[in-house]
């Protein structure tokens, strides 16, 4: 275990985070790479580690659903984020939420005082020579950087683009519109506030959503949204209903003050563990901000609005992982690099970190001259490997973690029953893979 040559780590985002923490937890030293303060790209704020910049939402925290079944397997297997999620929790109904600030200062704090790691505030242009490096550049991956991998794939990137969804004071919110209640939840309580509209409310917005400015694309740039976190504004164009049935839907809640559903309906979740602040669930939006300020206003309970943060859509950069990663997360012509988060194909905070434990572990294991491992078909780390490995390379798109990837079940089970077999059946293996990761659990 001497003298161990240290891996370089690209990023330090969710997924270089978690990578580098599982280097140095298997006693590999370290050097992980940040280029903020000294460039900041068109998302991020601050300087901390682990910045969430979409959202502070890790989504569904009930294993019986594919995302909260990964968190688990993430929080078994010793995950840094995770972790330091549980810690920072905020109240977000079945949802694992989190204070911003307190999550990514924790983060910081971690990786910053471990005596492995070494955290180097330096922008990476090109991919170091010597040693094994872990690339978790993020989907905001720099041109020069971009350019350099692109060079040793031989081959372009795929792209679409990310949402992020304005967020408002809790004070400029009229309490006297909004009710507070979780779908299908009780009368009075829950962890949602809710802004109700009736039919000629929706329809206005609606009508105003469609005609308002949209920030230009870029002459490289071309409108390949992720349909898992649409513009606000792209599902209004697929029909007048459509947000009736998407991120505004009523259904599950009942206004207090008239003691019915409403037409429609927007949800804010609490964004800070004071509540001081909350994000419009689903409002991801390219519109410009000023149309955002004038549009927002008029959803009932908004009207005197302060917005902390508006919406933006940023690139999104990924690798047609079916055709240039093993399932050990290396290159296939480059065995001496792995990739990690979003970079590597899949979607989300959580498998972006996922991605990042399973790159980290495997970076250690080759630097301590140990077999690589790849996570059973059957856990939730094991089905997202699988898919970006094994999919159709022509239109490959990143995937969030859903049952959809897994192994069919031996039988057929009622609905409500089939989440709860998956993750009985996924930590089962998962328990005997962190077997082989740690021999002494």
């Known amino acids: 275990m001497d003298c161990l040559a240290p891996v370089s780590v690209i990023g330090g985002g969710l997924a270089g985070s978690e990578a580098a923490w599982q280097l140095a937890r298997h006693g590999v030293p370290v050097r992980l790479f940040e280029m903020k303060p ?46 330091q999620a549980l810690e920072s929790q905020v109240p977000a109904g079945k949802a694992l939420a989190v204070d911003r600030g307190k999550f990514s200062h924790g983060i910081t704090e971690k990786i910053q005082s471990h005596p492995l790691i070494q955290v180097i505030r330096s922008e990476v242009t090109e991919i170091p020579a010597e040693g094994i490096k872990v690339i978790a550049s993020g989907p905001l991956t720099s ?95 697929r029909g007048p209903q459509t947000l ?67 919406g933006s859509v940023h690139r999104n950069t990924f690798v047609s992982a079916p055709e240039v990663l093993r399932p050990t997360l290396q290159l296939k012509v480059r065995p001496d690099i792995f990739l990690a988060g979003q970079i590597s194909g899949v979607e989300g905070y959580v ?43 022509r239109g490959f798109q990143p995937m969030n973690v859903n049952f959809g990837l897994f192994p069919r079940l031996e039988i057929r089970l009622p609905k409500r029953e089939r989440g709860k077999a998956y993750s009985k059946r996924a930590l089962s293996a998962w328990d005997g893979f962190l077997r082989q990761v740690f021999p002494t659990r």
């Open 38 to 83: 000294l460039k900041f790209s068109p998302a991020h704020k601050n300087e901390q580690l682990a910045e969430l910049v979409c959202s502070n939402s890790f989504r569904s925290a009930d294993i019986s659903s594919a995302v909260g079944l990964l968190k688990e397997e993430m929080r078994l297997a010793g995950s840094l984020v995770m972790g």
């Open 143 to 237: 041109k020069p950087l971009s350019d350099a991998l692109r060079s040793i794939i031989g081959m372009d990137y795929l792209h679409f683009y990310d949402a992020i969804a304005p967020i408002v004071l809790a004070e400029s919110i009229d309490f006297s519109v909004v009710f507070r209640q979780s779908r299908y939840g009780a009368e009075v309580g829950g962890d949602y506030l809710n802004c109700p509209m009736d039919r000629s409310q929706y329809e206005a917005f609606v009508s105003e959503l469609l005609k308002a400015e949209m920030v230009p694309l870029h002459s490289f740039e071309k409108a390949a949204y992720f349909e898992g976190c649409l513009p606000i504004e792209i599902m209004a164009q």
């Open 244 to 310: 009736r049935f998407g991120p505004m839907k009523p259904v599950g809640l009942v206004d207090p003050s008239t003691g019915k559903e409403p037409y429609a309906v927007v949800q804010l979740r609490q964004e800070d563990r004071k509540g001081s602040m909350y994000n419009l669930v689903g409002f991801q939006t390219k519109l410009k901000w000023n149309e955002q300020e004038r549009i927002f206003r008029m959803i009932p309970g908004l009207e005197r609005a302060e917005f902390v943060r508006l």
């Open 351 to 393: 498998e972006s970190t996922a991605m990042g434990w399973l790159a980290g572990t495997n970076a250690a294991r080759m630097v301590l001259n140990q077999s690589f491992l790849v996570p059973p078909w059957f856990t939730a780390h094991g089905a997202l490997i699988h898919h970006i490995t094994t999919a159709r390379s």
